[in-house]
Nanobody, 117 residues
């Protein structure tokens, strides 16, 4: 059974930084596409950043230049480095694993990020 677990959320002041971590246990190979999504109160869940098996990355326009997604396939870890945080980045952040051939999805339980002074 695959489990995806996020950590690293918390309260940070505007302009600050946080690094989220995602641990994938079980059979998560490097072929999986790994994403970070977020959902703010009253809003739909949105894609923040994606990294595919070849290492290519994509970002939402709202975070481009401030957030960086990376992965350590040997450790089954995915990270989201968030810099220059803004109050509008406040949300629950979810890690998502997707197998491009079997179309299998796995979601973590989410970690809260609050940007406030």
């Amino acid at each position: 059974q695959v489990q995806v677990v996020e950590s690293g959320g918390g309260l940070v002041q505007p302009g600050g930084s946080l690094r989220l971590s995602c641990t994938a246990s079980g059979s998560i190979s490097s072929i999986y596409t790994m994403d970070w999504y977020r959902q703010a109160p009253g809003k739909q869940r949105e894609l923040v950043a994606r990294i595919i098996s070849g290492g290519s990355t994509n970002y939402a326009s709202s975070v481009k230049g401030r957030f960086t997604i990376s992965r350590d396939s040997a450790k089954n870890m995915v990270y989201l480095q968030m810099n220059s945080l803004k109050p509008e980045d406040t949300a629950v952040y979810y890690c998502h694993a997707f197998h491009p051939f079997s179309l299998t999805h796995y979601w973590g339980q989410g970690t809260q990020v609050t940007v406030s002074s």
